[in-house]
Every structure is written in structure tokens, then in C-alpha cells.
T-cell receptor, first 115, second 115 residues
Framework: GAGVSQSPSNKVTEKGKDVELRCDPI?????LYWYRQSLGQGLEFLIY????????KSGLPSDRFSAERTGGSVSTLTIQRTQQEDSAVYLC?????????????FGEGSWLTVV | AQSVTQLGSHVSVSEGALVLLRCNYS??????LFWYVQYPNQGLQLLLK??????LVKGINGFEAEFKKSETSFHLTKPSAHMSDAAEYFC?????????????FGTGTRLQVTL
């Protein structure tokens, strides 16, 4: 596609349920990133992938959070047993590579509300 | 480790006035610096980036930023504000090492443009 595509764009879930957020990066981009944006916390890095491997998952806030990437393309961020503090916008981004000169392009985000 | 500090969480200017959004960085290695803009309910869009080629960087929508090593600053400016510039602006840094692939963001500055 022309840009980074995320789905769903909005998700309301009950506390304790599991959710999956999907990211489809720009075609050909080998690097993929997940960030979380919430009030009072700004933009937090969660994890990044180079191909299907995740060299840096240091930002995942707890073991309830996991992510995978298959085929070097689509990625899924899974949150198990959601809590109200998980409410945030989850942003996915991709880049042609992980080199620092490469521009990182962002999707429009998945808005998650846990009630 | 790299970090950026944005001074002023909210900035208000009159239409036609100079826009100045401040960003200072901290980095133990030569930094790569970025400014992103986020319009309401949208993802992040790259405005401009500094990758050591030139200290004055011109971006989209008439914005520019100057890298000043002596001041560890990368302030964003625009000579004349438009109503359409109202948005949130994020400064970000990446280190010049292979393992520092992620972007680290500042806390953001919300720009308000008044008539």
C-alpha cells in the first residue's frame, strides 16, 4: 500500500479481554516499529523488528504485551488481559531499514479504549 | 543514550507571526534529529530531518530547523504562521549506532494559531 496501514482504527474492549492490533507496513520496508501514545506519557517505544526478528523489545511494559511479525511484512501486537491503563493510541511505523538515516513512516494508529 | 527535551508544552502565536518551537538534545554520539507533526486524530508526519549533511534543514510547509552543536539545539521555525499549522509537534533523536535504531521522542509541543 501507499502508507502504513493499521487496523482496527478504533477498539473498545472490556477489562480482562485480549486484543490484537494489526500493522501492514509500506511494501518493501524491512524495519517495523510499535509505539504507544497516551496522555501524560507521550510517545513510548515498545518494540521494533528487523525482518521477522525483534532486536529490541525493551519497551514492552509487561509480559501481557507481545508482538510478532511474519513473512517480513504484517505485524500483530497482542495485549492479554487488558487493563484500563492500556488505553492509548498504538502507532505502528516502518522504515526501509534500521540505519539511522532512514526515515520512519507512521500509520494513523489504533485507538484502544479499555472499559 | 539519547534524549530530547522540548521546552513549552503549549505555544500560541498569531497568524502571520514567527513560529519558534524549541528542542534540545542529549547524545553521546553524533545525533540524527527529526521533527514530526501530528494533526488531530492522525498519525505522525515527518517535517524534516538532520543527518549531518547541512546544519540548516528545510522541510515541508515552510518549516526549517538549524542544528547547533554548541547549544545542543535543533529548534523548529517558520517565518509566518498559518491557521493550518495548528497541531502537535514532536522532536526526536536517533543515535548513530546500529543498535540505536529507534526514535526517542520529546514530550511534544502543541501549537495554537490565533487570528
Amino acid at each position: 500500500g501507499a502508507g502504513v496501514s493499521q487496523s482496527p482504527s478504533n477498539k473498545v474492549t472490556e477489562k480482562g479481554k485480549d486484543v490484537e492490533l494489526r500493522c501492514d507496513p509500506i511494501s518493501g520496508h524491512t524495519a517495523l516499529y510499535w509505539y504507544r501514545q497516551s496522555l501524560g506519557q507521550g510517545l513510548e517505544f515498545l518494540i521494533y523488528f528487523q525482518g521477522n526478528s525483534a532486536p529490541d523489545k525493551s519497551g514492552l511494559p509487561s509480559d501481557r504485551f507481545s508482538a510478532e511479525r511474519t513473512g517480513g511484512s504484517v505485524s500483530t501486537l497482542t495485549i492479554q488481559r487488558t487493563q484500563q491503563e492500556d488505553s492509548a493510541v498504538y502507532l505502528c511505523a516502518s522504515s526501509p531499514g534500521t540505519g539511522t538515516r532512514n526515515t520512519i513512516y507512521f500509520g494513523e494508529g489504533s485507538w484502544l479504549t479499555v472499559v | 543514550a539519547q534524549s530530547v527535551t522540548q521546552l513549552g508544552s503549549h505555544v500560541s502565536v498569531s497568524e502571520g507571526a514567527l513560529v519558534l518551537l524549541r528542542c534540545n538534545y542529549s547524545s553521546s554520539v553524533p545525533p540524527y534529529l527529526f521533527w514530526y507533526v501530528q494533526y488531530p486524530n492522525q498519525g505522525l508526519q515527518l517535517l524534516l530531518k538532520y543527518t549531518s549533511a547541512a546544519t540548516l534543514v528545510k522541510g515541508i510547509n515552510g518549516f526549517e530547523a538549524e542544528f547547533k552543536k554548541s547549544e545542543t539545539s535543533f529548534h523548529l521555525t517558520k517565518p509566518s504562521a498559518h491557521m493550518s499549522d495548528a497541531a502537535e509537534y514532536f522532536c526526536a533523536v536517533r543515535g548513530d549506532t546500529g543498535t540505536a535504531s529507534k526514535l526517542t521522542f520529546g514530550t511534544g509541543t502543541r501549537l495554537q494559531v490565533t487570528l
